[in-house]
């Protein structure tokens, strides 16, 4: 067992979890509802569209272009904006086409809809797999571009004498 520094704020995150999880055990049915609540709202693609029209907006605006990815074949041959209009439509379709599907999913297990007819186990395992994983890809890296503006550090240009 390793011995490092105690973290409080990681203990309260892990009890907070635990007892995240005892409820959710106690109150199945509840939980299950809120999920689909959640999931057949409108809100989540607008978090996502949000995330990607703002991390990426402010990314591009804000940061050097060889910190966006100003290398890459959009920015060469489009420029600038071609490449901020494509990095968004990217991230905004691939987390609200992810959660599309994981919202059938979830209601086709949970509440018998019928959203993948003909569809074997592997099949669905492997679009809730593929669909979970671009969904977090998209709101992490929207994310992390947000959090790279708001704490981005002036730098000057060092030349050496």
Not at 103 to 132: C, P, W
């Amino acid at each position: 067992m390793s011995r490092g520094k105690f973290s409080p704020s990681r203990l309260f995150v892990v009890i907070a979890l635990l007892i995240l999880g005892l409820v959710l055990v106690y109150s199945k049915d509840e939980a299950k509802n809120a999920v689909r609540i959640f999931l057949e709202s409108y809100w989540p693609a607008v978090v996502i569209w949000l995330l990607a029209i703002v991390g990426v907006g402010a990314g591009k605006f804000f940061c050097e272009p060889d910190e966006n990815g100003g290398e890459g074949l959009i920015y060469r041959s489009f420029g600038g904006y071609a490449d901020a209009v494509f990095t968004i439509a990217t991230y905004g379709f691939s987390g609200s086409t992810s959660l599309a599907l994981l919202k059938g999913l979830y209601l086709q297990l949970f509440f018998g809809g019928s959203f993948f007819t003909g569809f074997g186990e592997f099949d669905l395992a492997s679009i809730f797999v593929i669909s979970s994983f671009l969904l977090f890809y998209s709101v992490v890296s929207t994310t992390r571009q947000i959090i790279n503006v708001v704490f981005q550090a002036e730098a000057t240009t060092v030349t050496s004498a």
